[in-house]
């Protein structure tokens, strides 16, 4: 059975829905993107399955963070680089995937000149939070 629910406090103002396609289309066309197996997934009966979209525009930066689960990160437009306590940077470009690890304090900045654009998916337990402060 799928449940939808709210996100929850975890991301504060976000509503996520059910989007619909407005025309019948045949087969979908599947591009492998990243392909990585990841240690620290939950293994409950219940798991969350999350997709999020974000924007940081030019000097943004996250807060330092942490989290609970692995997070991947696909940059769709501009270059987003991720700072990882005791690991050099990882620069992400448009077309790349990254995945950050589970437990590892970091923070991710747009050092570029135009938007950067991701679509950051994962796996984590029912209502546990997006990130930890670190």
Do not use: K, W
């Amino acid at each position: 059975m799928l449940e939808t629910r709210p996100v929850g406090a975890a991301i504060a103002g976000l509503d996520v829905g059910v989007t619909t396609s407005a025309e019948a289309r045949g087969m979908a066309q599947l591009t492998p993107l990243h392909r990585e197996v990841v240690a620290g997934m939950p293994m409950l009966e219940r798991q969350e399955i999350r997709v999020l979209f974000a924007t940081l525009q030019p000097g943004d930066r996250t807060p330092r963070h942490s989290h609970r689960h692995p997070v991947t990160v696909y940059v769709v437009e501009g270059e987003f680089t991720l700072e990882y306590e005791g690991l050099p940077p990882v620069r992400v470009g448009a077309g790349e995937v990254t995945i950050e690890p589970a437990h590892v304090p970091m923070t991710g900045y747009n050092r570029g000149e135009a938007p950067a654009r991701m679509v950051i998916y994962f796996a984590c337990a029912p209502d546990e939070p997006f990130a930890d402060p670190a």
